[in-house]
């Protein structure tokens, strides 16, 4: 289908084009952007005046929860939520039951998103069996079905060894490593420590939790995987003390990314409120201090790129005291509206970098594993693939569940009015959402 999106401000914080300009999309490709082929005959008319034509968001930690949950058709309901939010492109964990260790399993996920014809999945393989952290996965087999890198989703990999090997092997064949840092037996609380859940009576995870892990995960780079290139990406980091350590590694020249959640970008400790459940996450919600920290290391640079950490949570499991609740939150469609909120707020680092840690610097992450779309993953340039989301601006709107296509209803952002909202996403130039 040849599509004209018309006079809309074309926004692509990679390149650095702001400008308002007619978009022309044929045979899944940006075909032209400002002046456009003379013969070019649209077989559709998309009136973008007022709103921003924009990159797909890449989503590096959306989960989907299939396989294990097809009778309530998860993959439907998330996947369209994607699209609704204007992500494109999405990494999903490996934490899904069965868990995603077999070739069979990852082909089948890819193989059932892709006749959805929705978001883009790149499917994140466990890196050992079972995620029980005893024995490695076949990651060739698993590279070779569709994983994009191996991790642990947010169970601890306890053994130093297995988890030394892991990044030894994963090196030598250029595969990436994803973890998040977090001490096992520290780490088993269910809120941030400090004064807030010493009130509230909750068992705490230390800052500590954190920043041991990432001392081990960075010394094991340092003496076994620097040299023989080992790609480390760390997940939703959430302290400040993090923060620095990532700041050393990388000034110190260790092939590491990382990422933050939009929970730990705006929201505090101190929005658990009264015992709500919806802000029971995983990492925790720590102190004003380490919000700061993460946002401004997010602007600068040192963080790569921001997340949704989507986890769609059934009632059942959240309508329990805050202990006792399973965490993750919805997010898929609140990522645009919130990194925007971010950038625009006081201190922010304004629009394009906003928009870049969402589209272009999340894509980056990914790299090679992107294949054919590396070149223009996260981007919105003339002869790369067609994903891309059309953004109004001006619409107000409140986060309430009927609001959310998500079968995921919880997120401590309920009742809260963001601006701004995805009118139409197209992703390979089909209309994903809107019309």
Not at 34 to 58: E, H, N, T, Y
Not at 129 to 154: I, N, P, S, Y
Not at 253 to 265: F, P, R
Not at 279 to 293: E, I, K, S, V
Request: charged share 20%; net charge negative.
């Amino acid at each position: 289908m040849k599509i004209l999106i018309e006079q809309g401000r074309v926004i692509d914080p990679a390149s650095g084009r702001d400008e308002v300009a007619d978009v022309a999309i044929a045979a899944g490709r940006v075909l032209g952007i400002g002046k456009l082929p003379a013969d070019f005959a649209p077989s559709r008319r998309i009136d973008a005046r007022g709103c921003w034509v924009l990159p797909g968001l890449v989503d590096l930690a959306a989960r989907l929860r299939e396989p294990g949950h097809e009778h309530a058709h998860m993959l439907d309901s998330e996947m369209a939520a994607a699209v609704a939010g204007g992500v494109t492109s999405l990494v999903c964990p490996p934490d899904t039951d069965p868990v995603l260790d077999e070739p069979g399993l990852v082909e089948m996920l890819k193989t059932r998103a892709e006749r959805l014809h929705q978001a883009r999945v790149f499917p994140q393989g466990a890196l050992t069996r079972g995620l029980k952290g005893e024995v490695l996965t076949e990651m060739g087999q698993l590279t070779a079905a569709g994983c994009v890198a191996f991790g642990q989703a947010d169970v601890p990999l306890v053994n130093t060894l297995v988890l030394l090997r892991a990044l030894q092997y994963a090196s030598t064949f250029g595969y990436a490593v994803w973890l998040r840092p977090q001490d096992a037996w520290l780490g088993a609380g269910v809120a941030a420590s400090g004064p807030q859940a010493m009130r509230m009576g909750l068992s705490g995870v230390p800052v500590t939790a954190e920043t041991i892990a990432l001392h081990t995960l960075f010394e094991l780079l340092r003496t076994f995987g620097a040299g023989a290139g080992a790609r480390l990406h760390i997940c939703r980091l959430s302290s400040a003390a993090g923060v620095e350590l990532l700041r050393q590694a990388k000034a110190q020249g260790l092939n590491v990314t990382a990422d933050i959640s939009i929970n730990s970008l705006h929201l505090t400790d101190h929005d658990i409120g009264y015992y709500d459940s919806s802000a029971r996450l995983t990492p925790p919600l720590r102190q004003a201090r380490d919000r700061r920290a993460l946002a401004d290391a997010l602007a600068d640079g040192t963080i790569d790129a921001l997340v949704s950490d989507h986890t769609p949570v059934e009632a059942d499991a959240k309508q329990l005291p805050f202990a006792e609740a399973e965490p993750g939150a919805t997010g898929l469609e609140l990522l645009l509206p919130l990194a925007l909120k971010w950038g625009h707020s006081e201190g922010g680092p304004g629009l394009m970098r906003a928009l870049h840690v969402v589209t272009a610097a999340a894509a980056r992450v990914l790299g090679g594993a992107l294949g054919t779309l590396q070149a223009s993953c996260g981007q919105l340039v003339e002869g790369g693939a067609a994903d891309l989301c059309i953004f109004d601006p001006a619409a107000r709107w409140q986060v309430t569940p009927a609001a959310l296509r998500s079968q995921g209803k919880h997120t401590p952002f309920t009742g809260q009015e963001l601006t701004g909202r995805v009118r139409c996403t197209l992703v390979g130039g089909h209309l994903a959402h809107g019309g």
